[in-house]
């Protein structure tokens, strides 16, 4: 029997599986890995290291990130430009194997015309343009604001590069009907996650959570405005949790007595954090891609309320409490907090969940896909 392989060229090293993009890229891997195909996994690191769990894979090669200045000045996307390696290249010329890009940002592959004759295809995490222009748009004029928009406008002039892949892989039907007008072979599969169940405790909780990676600007400003406007408003205790929460937003914290940090707490700390919650709150003003920390949440967690951009394009709504205005999420954080959470909720969204994100299901999709 053949074996079938495959490279997967990640924009970031996938462990530990602690944030969005790397949540799917990692079990994504894990699952391929699972329904046998025999992955050749080809890193960028600028931080996170080698890491020894990934040995899993058939091969593993890292790359360093160049994030130089000059990496920006370019036409070429710096998320793009700051990830282009001949080592790389090299590496996926010593075989005729399918390749499979993580994002825009590992695209660049698909313009060197050495490998003009292999099967790529593209796993598109955002409609990258729109998901930049809204990191724009949360930051005051400055240095930052003008990098943001000048990227999304090179993201958006970058993208028709998706013509030379084999096929895309859509994380959201809403990025499915984006994709789906523009380019050929588009193909939805749904976000890989760690769980293969719902693992949410009945009962109640004691606190509600809002958690994400603190580094990235949306969560931050996601953040301070649930302090502001929501958890400063109420008695109940609020919990933070994520990595490398900036001194902003810790002085924010400190503030208000009813308002916990949990700064950079690992795998097993989170995991437990969002099944003690009685609510899980989310919130984001990017309606774009899917937001991996709401698997996480329906996953683990009890009660999930999210604002409608959080839902929007994924099917989910109907497993969460949407709210949109600040004085709606207290009013339905203090009904919820008086609730139990029950078996009956769980296996209402177990059903749900598994119709859509079952990991190997959505791997033979990709098997099936790439024609192994």
Known sequence: MAENHLHIIAFDVPYPANYGGVIDVFYRVKALTEVGVKVHLHCFEYGRGEQEVLNR??????YKRDTSFAKQLSLTPFIVNSRCSETLVQDLLKDDYPILCEGLHTTAVLSDKRLKNRKIYVRAHNVEHDYYMGLGDSEKWGWKWLFYHAEAWKLRRYEPVLRKAAGIFTISQKDTDYFSERYKNVIFVPGFNSADSVCSETGRGEFVLYHGNLSVKENETAAKWLIENVFSKLRTHCVIAGLNPSDKLRKSIEKHLNVTLVANPDDAEMIDLLRQAQVNIL????????????LNALYNGRFCLVNEDMVKGTSLESLCVVADEPEQMIVEIKRLMKEDFTEDDIEERDVQMSQLYDNEANARKIVEAIGF
């Not at 894979?57 to 890292?62: D, G, N, P």
């Not at 919130?283 to 709401?294: F, M, S, Y």
């Open 283 to 294: 919130v984001t003003n990017q309606p774009t891609g899917l937001k991996l920390k709401l």
């Open 57 to 62: 894979c058939h091969e593993v090669k890292y």
